[in-house]
């Protein structure tokens, strides 16, 4: 008797169906894949230097956009607000419309900041804007 009572068990126990709980893992799989949202990430496009050698340009050719590390922005070698950072590249780009923008940094100035700049001077219209590190 104590045979029977252990077929039993080992039948009922190879019986347990596991298709029904896969299915539900694919359906949620499914909606959770149709109902994701791809959203595409805004940056600044950077151009990363290359070991060509570097074209020299004319010195009324390039608006300098100099940063230091305390945060103050010169423009063309004359102290400029944060918030006139535009408009002095706005006027620069009048005189020279194909002028390319040079943002100089400090190597200690704030890294958001220097986007900012960089924004600014995109927003004013430059077509080429370029970063560099300023010399030790």
């Known amino acids: 008797m104590i045979e029977r009572k252990h077929r ?3 039948q009922e126990e190879a019986e347990i169906n596991i298709t029904p709980m896969l299915d539900i893992v694919f359906i949620m799989l499914i909606f959770f894949i149709v ?6 990430e805004l940056g600044v496009d950077l151009d990363r230097p290359s070991n060509a050698p570097v074209k020299e340009q004319k010195r009324s050719e390039v608006i300098p956009v100099r940063i230091d590390a305390n945060g103050q922005v010169f423009v063309e070698d004359r102290l400029v607000h944060v918030g006139a950072i535009r408009a002095n590249i706005v006027s620069g780009l009048a005189g020279k419309p194909d002028a ?3 943002v ?15 924004d600014q001077a995109r927003v004013a219209g430059a077509g080429k804007v370029s970063l560099a590190a300023a010399p030790r």
Request: aromatic residues 8%; glycine residues 4%; positive net charge.
């Open 35 to 40: 109902t994701t949202s791809f959203v595409k």
């Open 100 to 102: 390319t923008v040079v």
């Open 104 to 118: 100089i940094a400090d190597r200690n100035a704030d890294s958001g900041f220097i986007v900012t700049v960089v």
């Open 8 to 10: 039993k068990r080992s």
